[in-house]
Antibody, heavy 120, light 107 residues
């Protein structure tokens, strides 16, 4: 059974750096073709893909946010970490992690999401 | 980056109706096109992948079609559980993009 769970702070201040952790089970990021992505959704708005890391440690970022994002993995702990620098109130959103496979290029399993509010 | 435009933004329909949501890409894309259903407070759920393949646990009333720049999700007979927001998503050149969503409401 594949599961993913996001964890991190619920509240961050403007200009701070956000660090989120995705802990997963039911698959391994050392398996060829496996990937984990981060996706966010501001309240009442659409989904936005942020970043992806694959089994080979290749990393891909949203063009509009790439200067602020860093994605990394700890295969032994089944975790993927996303950092986003210089947080702003417009970054207030629910942040999801999701499994991706290079076979289908979609997001087949999702975490429940974690709401991050940016406010002073 | 490729932009995905869904229409309509909101759709009012009744139980039993046949419903079609469209998704247009800003340039030709391959068949890496997926559809998701999202209910309030929940994570999206994958319905269709590779434009027309139904996810293994997806109800058969959902179907996907299209190619090039025009894609569609059809619900053959709308059920009470189908009132939700639907998103298309594409992959191209190491980038993933979602549409802005279509909310299916009860008429």
């Amino acid at each position: 059974q594949v599961t993913l769970r996001e964890s991190g702070p619920a509240l961050v201040k403007p200009t701070q750096t956000l660090t989120l952790t995705c802990t997963f089970s039911g698959f391994s990021l050392s398996t060829s073709g496996m990937c984990v992505s981060w996706i966010r959704q501001p309240p009442g708005k659409a989904l936005e893909w942020l970043a992806l890391i694959d089994w080979d440690d290749d990393k891909y970022y949203s063009t509009s946010l790439k200067t602020r994002l860093t994605i990394s993995k700890d295969t032994s702990r089944n975790q993927v970490v996303l950092t986003m620098t210089n947080m702003d109130p417009v970054d207030t959103a629910t942040y999801f992690c999701a499994r991706t496979t290079m076979k289908t290029r979609n997001f087949d399993y999702w975490g429940q999401g974690t709401l991050v509010t940016v406010s002073s | 980056d490729i932009q995905m435009t869904q229409s309509p933004s909101t759709l009012s329909a009744s139980v039993g109706d046949r419903v079609t949501i469209t998704c247009r890409a800003s340039q030709t894309i391959s068949s890496w096109l997926a559809w998701y259903q999202q209910k309030p407070g929940k994570a999206p759920k994958l319905l269709v992948y590779k434009a027309s393949s139904l996810e293994s646990e997806g109800p058969s009333r959902f179907s996907g079609s299209g190619s090039g720049t025009e894609f569609a999700l059809t619900i053959s007979s709308l059920q009470p559980d189908d009132f939700a927001t639907y998103y298309c998503q594409q992959y191209d050149s190491d980038s993933w993009t979602f549409g802005q969503g279509t909310k299916v409401e009860i008429k």
